[in-house]
């Protein structure tokens, strides 16, 4: 077995059976510019603990797999420059050759499950990329969920995605697509869509039974909740649609592909907002992070 890092707060968490919600750190180095994304890092994780569970941040560092870092790591995280971003296929690589990289949704799931860790939050899933009839632009992040089984609270797919062919794949891996509390699916700046969410459900301890109930039935993977950002945080999807259509023709003008493109057009879309796009994805992974504490502390109290 790989040797896992422990941070002292998740070693005290485990010896004590508290509740534990995993972190990705892609949203870190390369979903927020520093300094807000060390703030929201640290904010995250106090969200967290404040919800009654111990948060453990995800990243290799020096080749070693960590699970939750220390502050010092996670300034030093948000600050460096250049780190690789890990998915399902870099993990291997980058921890055999001493690297230091980031992990996406698909590997923090990977990495929570090697530790029994069942619940993670973050903001945004990887996707179905506009135009993937032609690019095969498709996020490992949905085959990861067909087969880890973590809870991962998100906030629905960004809209720089193509959201009903997002949720097509999912159906077809055996995903549970969960809406939390509202019948829509929501799409993440904007707390609602025009998609109906597959499944609803209006409380924590449901979506602690769904999770243990899918184990039970013998089935691998895991369930995708789509956690609405609160009202008072969203951004009209009207209003970001002409900003996302501009960030995406300069992404292909510039011809951007494969692990470039999601970030590219994070920064675009950060930009050509001014800032917006960073407050309300802020909000929306606060809120995630509380969700997803009450989920694991249910899980523990049926697991
Ligand atoms: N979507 C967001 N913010 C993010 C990401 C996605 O709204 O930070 C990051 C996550 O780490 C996600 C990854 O797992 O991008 C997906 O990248 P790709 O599309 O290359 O699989
Ligand atoms: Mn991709």
């Known amino acids: 077995m790989i040797q896992l890092n422990y941070s002292a707060e998740v070693t005290k968490a485990r010896d004590t059976d508290t509740p534990l919600v995993a972190l990705e750190s892609t949203i ?72 230091t990289g980031a992990t996406t949704v698909a590997a923090t799931m990977i990495a929570a499950h090697l530790a029994g860790i069942h619940v993670f939050a973050t903001g945004g899933i990887g996707g179905v990329h506009k135009g993937a009839q032609e690019t095969f632009d498709i996020s490992a992040d949905l085959m990861e ?16 995605l193509d ?27 904007s707390a609602t869509s025009d998609l109906a969410a597959p499944l609803r459900m209006d409380d924590a301890k449901t979506i602690a039974r769904a999770h243990v109930t899918r184990r039970a039935l013998g089935l691998p993977g895991g369930q995708l909740v789509a956690n609405p950002i609160p009202q008072a945080d969203e951004i009209p999807a009207a209003t970001l649609a002409p900003i996302i259509a501009q960030a995406q023709s300069q992404a292909d003008a510039q011809g951007i592909t494969g692990k470039g493109v999601t970030p590219f057009l994070l920064q675009r879309i950060f930009e050509l907002t001014e800032g917006r796009s960073l407050t309300a994805n802020i909000a929306l992974v606060r809120n995630n992070a509380r969700l997803a504490a009450r989920i694991a502390g249910a899980l523990n109290m049926i697991d």
């Open 145 to 160: 969920l067909a087969q880890t089984p973590v809870t991962v609270v998100a906030a629905g797919a960004k809209a720089i």
């Open 163 to 189: 959201i009903p062919k997002t949720l097509e794949i999912l159906e077809t891996q055996g995903v549970p697509v969960i809406a939390y509390a509202q019948d829509t699916l929501p799409a993440f700046w």
């Open 28 to 99: 870190i180095t390369h979903g927020m510019p520093y300094p807000q994304n060390l703030e929201v890092a640290r904010q995250v994780e106090t969200d967290v603990r404040a919800a009654g569970a111990t948060p453990a941040t995800i990243a290799v560092i020096d080749g070693t797999l960590h699970i939750g870092l220390e502050d010092a790591q996670l300034e030093a995280l948000a600050q460096a420059q250049n780190v690789a971003k890990l998915s399902r296929a870099d993990m291997a690589a980058c921890i055999a050759t001493g690297g």
